[in-house]
Structure formats: structure tokens, C-alpha cells
């Protein structure tokens, strides 16, 4: 059974993770290697629980409970009693692949291990491990107290058993699942991001505005949230990130990153997370950049 969840990446992700599953009374260890993220990650869980108190979605015990089920760390050995671990750094394929591999010898031999990559093959992350068949793709929509969906991917090592376990851990985390398979960006990425990046095509060739899109979009289409304000707030660097995985993996050349979206990204305007994007946050009303 699985009790004690492991989630490495203390980021907007990780912390969601680590709410949400700490809420539906899992035990916690939420590693990074930077403490300062870890302390702004516990704040943000605890605002954004408190929040839930006072909108009475959740009553004050609940609150307090989950918190105490959660407990920070840097050393990839504090998950030696983990059965469940979670890989939730930055969509790096290096860097996944870094955390994936140290941690052999540093877990139980039949610890699961998922990864809550947007993108990057399970397959091919799998093998980073020493245990394909309990390996697969736990992907969390952001942000993920809020959204109910996770997506399922079966790596082609991925026995049957870890995919009924891992289903079961994210129905008790109040989620609704649906099953992918092992192709770049599965289900929901491969259908928005491509959207997002035409979107930013459009601004690039004077289509329309950033504002003009955007209400396009919210008004015509009905979308809750603007193509270019929703890039802001996935990140462009995942916006590209996840773009290139599509173009290099179907080879495409409708997948192709708008050079637009890599010259904002050159320019570390990623979005809300660094205050200026498609729109600049530094005042109290989002303003467009361009």
C-alpha cells in the first residue's frame, strides 16, 4: 500500500503535488536542493490551504493535519521509506534523468517511481532507472490543487500492477485520471501547447495584438484564460521546452517553436515567475508587452 510519497522539486508543481497529496493524508518528504524554494513552497501550501479554510472547502483540522504530514529535505537518502516517488524538477530531460539515476541504492527495491514530465518520453526516462517496470508518468495539471485531471502514461516497460497502484494513489488524491500513451507531450500538451505557439504565430505576424488575441479567444472561444496570458502562466521556457520535444519527436514542421516564443525566452521573459512575459506583472493590472 502505498502511504509515504517522496516528491523531488519543491517548484510551483512539486508544491502542488505535495498539497494536494498531503491533504488526502498521504506523508510527505518534498526534497530540493535549494532551501529557499522548499520555504517558499511550504508558505505557498499553507496560504493556499488556509485559503480553502476560509472559502470552508476544507475545515481548520484538515489544514493543520496535512501540514504536519509534511517534511522537507535536500538529500535524496530521505527517501528511503518513501513507496511512492515523485520526479517533479524542470521539464530537462538532463536533469531528469540526473534524479532518476540517483536513486538507486537510495529506495526501497519496490518503491514506484513516476515522473510528472509535460513532454518527455517515459520510456526513454525509464531507463534512467534501475526499474522500468515500476516506472510511469504521473502528469499534474498546473495548478494542481485546482485542476482535476492527471494524465496516466505507460512507459513500454510498465507493468500492470504499477499502473493500477498509481491510478489508485490519484483517486485518493480527488483526481480524475486519463490513461496516454508514450508519445511526445501526450494528450493535453500535444492539443494546447500547439495552440498556444499558433497563437503566438499570430502575434508574430501582426495577426493581432497580444490584447486582441487574448480577448479573441476568451470571448470567441470561450476559453476561461487568453492563449498568450495562459503561456505566462505555464512559463515559456515550458512553453518552448515542450514545443521542441513535439518537433524533434514527430518531426513536424507544424510543431515548430514560433521564433518569437525562443526570442522571449533568450530574453528570460518567461511569464508571470519572472514578472514580464506577453504581459508585464510588475504593476497592479497585467499590461502587454507588445
Known amino acids: 500500500m502505498i502511504e509515504h510519497i517522496g516528491i523531488i522539486g519543491a517548484g510551483q508543481m512539486g508544491s502542488g503535488i505535495a498539497h494536494?497529496?498531503?491533504?488526502?493524508?498521504?506523508?510527505?518528504?518534498?526534497?530540493?536542493?535549494?532551501?529557499?524554494?522548499?520555504?517558499?513552497?511550504?508558505?505557498?501550501?499553507?496560504?493556499?490551504?488556509?485559503?480553502?479554510?476560509?472559502?470552508?472547502?476544507?475545515?481548520?483540522?484538515?489544514?493543520?493535519?496535512?501540514?504536519?504530514?509534511?517534511?522537507?529535505?535536500?538529500?535524496i537518502a530521505e527517501l528511503k521509506e518513501a513507496d511512492l516517488v515523485i520526479e517533479a524538477a524542470a521539464e530537462n530531460e538532463a536533469i531528469k534523468k540526473e534524479i532518476l539515476a540517483s536513486l538507486k541504492g537510495n529506495?526501497?527495491?519496490?518503491?514506484?517511481?513516476?515522473?510528472?514530465?509535460?513532454?518527455i518520453s517515459v520510456t526513454r526516462l525509464a531507463a534512467s532507472t534501475d526499474r522500468p517496470g515500476l516506472f510511469m508518468g504521473m502528469h499534474f495539471?498546473?495548478?494542481?490543487?485546482?485542476?482535476?485531471?492527471?494524465?496516466?502514461?505507460?512507459?513500454?516497460?510498465?507493468?500492470?500492477?504499477?499502473?493500477?497502484?498509481?491510478?489508485?494513489?490519484?483517486?485518493?488524491?480527488?483526481?480524475?485520471?486519463?490513461?496516454a500513451e508514450d508519445f511526445p507531450a501526450f494528450i493535453v500538451n500535444r492539443i494546447l501547447l500547439p495552440m498556444i505557439n499558433e497563437a503566438i504565430y499570430a502575434l508574430y505576424e501582426g495577426v493581432g495584438t497580444v490584447e486582441s488575441i487574448d480577448t479573441a479567444m476568451r470571448l470567441g472561444a470561450h476559453h476561461p484564460m487568453g492563449p498568450l496570458q495562459l503561456a505566462d502562466f505555464i512559463g515559456l521556457d515550458t512553453c518552448h521546452a515542450i514545443m521542441q520535444v513535439l518537433y524533434e519527436g514527430l518531426a513536424d514542421s507544424k510543431y515548430r517553436p514560433c521564433p518569437l516564443l525562443a526570442k522571449y525566452v533568450e530574453a528570460d521573459w518567461l511569464g508571470r515567475k519572472t514578472g514580464r512575459g506577453f504581459y508585464d506583472y510588475s504593476g497592479e493590472t497585467p499590461v502587454p508587452t507588445r
Open 107 to 119: 529506495i526501497k527495491p519496490d518503491t514506484i517511481i513516476c515522473t510528472n514530465t509535460s513532454s
Open 20 to 75: 494536494v497529496a498531503a491533504l488526502n493524508g498521504f506523508t510527505i518528504t518534498l526534497l530540493d536542493i535549494d532551501d529557499a524554494v522548499l520555504q517558499a513552497a511550504l508558505a505557498t501550501i499553507h496560504k493556499n490551504m488556509s485559503r480553502q479554510v476560509r472559502k470552508q472547502m476544507i475545515d481548520q483540522a484538515a489544514c493543520d493535519g496535512a501540514l504536519a504530514r509534511i517534511k522537507t529535505g535536500a538529500s
Open 141 to 179: 495539471m498546473n495548478p494542481v490543487p485546482m485542476m482535476e485531471l492527471v494524465e496516466l502514461v505507460r512507459g513500454i516497460a510498465t507493468d500492470a500492477d504499477t499502473y493500477e497502484q498509481v491510478r489508485d494513489v490519484a483517486v485518493k488524491m480527488g483526481k480524475k485520471t486519463a490513461m
